[in-house]
């Protein structure tokens, strides 16, 4: 009898250690299925290299909340990248750092060749032009009085900004002084204190720069027009995925909330673009280097 007795004792122990275990095993496994299945509903998180044209945080305060919206509108998450002057963003777009980029013509035909970047966006009723600017009171009237003097741009591979200027002064068999800066901004600034008697940029961001610095510069000189940045992406990218954010992009000018997202970048929309597009651009048989070493040479 107390053989039984002490029996039920030490069964009830064993069934306790195995509900125990039983609902311990249950707590892990709901617990490993929720975070399943919590990052199978998570939206993926993709990267968008912005060209540096200006400063950091110009280009934050107009792309994040236009980025945030077309992320929504596409069921993914869009985050801002950018890089300390445009030489460095060569260097990352050349290593396939960002699944989108926003890039000059030159730079896509280049990139699009390796790592394989590919258009899928442009600028909206946008041809990409060249300018020159001086200090709104020289008495500089033509390109030839800039012989001879400094004369700034963003980097060596900025298309319209220094690409196509310095192109007009070879063609018109003039020697000036280049300096390389880091942004389109640090040219507008540099000509308007004086540091320099000219300066290459585009008329997009001489627009939006702050009133008090071009309202100090004139602009001197055009160059002739050519298709605009490309809005691309990396072949990693699903083409799922892509098209979702090709629509979400093109739909936002189709309504108030999206037109008002556009406004500070100077955007009337964007539209599907087309690797042909670039064409024109390769036709120039440019060879000019990229990234931060092209500038050290």
């Not at 709104?136 to 030839?144: A, D, I, N």
Request: aromatic letters at 10%.
């Amino acid at each position: 009898m107390s053989q039984r007795l002490a029996f039920f004792p030490m069964w009830r122990s064993r069934v306790f250690a195995f509900r125990w275990r039983y609902s311990l095993l249950l707590i892990v496994w709901s617990l490993l299925w929720g975070s399943v299945a919590r990052a199978q509903s998570a939206p993926p998180v993709l990267s968008v290299g912005i060209v540096p044209q200006q400063a950091a945080s110009e280009l934050a305060r107009a792309w994040i909340p236009l980025l945030q919206e077309v992320g929504r509108r596409a069921r993914v998450q869009l985050a801002f990248r950018t890089a300390s002057d445009i030489p460095a963003f060569e260097d990352r777009v050349m290593k396939g750092e960002f699944d989108l980029a926003y890039m000059n013509p030159y730079h896509y035909t280049v990139f699009s060749n390796k790592p394989g970047y590919q258009a899928f966006l442009k600028e909206k009723d946008r041809k990409l032009v060249g300018i020159i600017v001086v200090p709104k009171g020289s008495p500089v009237q033509s390109l030839e009085q800039l012989q001879g003097k400094r004369v700034a741009f963003p980097a060596p591979a900025a298309f319209a900004a220094s690409i196509l200027p310095r192109a007009e002064f070879t063609r018109h068999h003039l020697a000036i002084e280049a300096r390389f800066v880091s942004s389109h901004d640090s040219v507008y600034k540099g000509v308007a204190s004086g540091l320099f008697e000219a300066g290459g940029g585009i008329q997009r961001t001489l627009e939006a720069m702050e009133p008090e610095v071009s309202s100090q510069l004139r602009v001197l000189s055009r160059t002739p027009a050519y298709t605009p940045h490309a809005l691309a992406i990396h072949p990693g990218v699903s083409a799922e995925v892509a098209e979702r954010l090709r629509q979400a992009f093109i739909a936002l000018d189709g309504d108030e909330a999206g037109r008002a997202l556009l406004e500070p970048l100077n955007f009337k929309g964007l539209v599907t673009a087309t690797d042909s597009e670039w064409d024109s651009i390769r036709a120039l048989r440019l060879k000019q280097p990229v990234g931060s070493t092209a500038v050290r040479q």
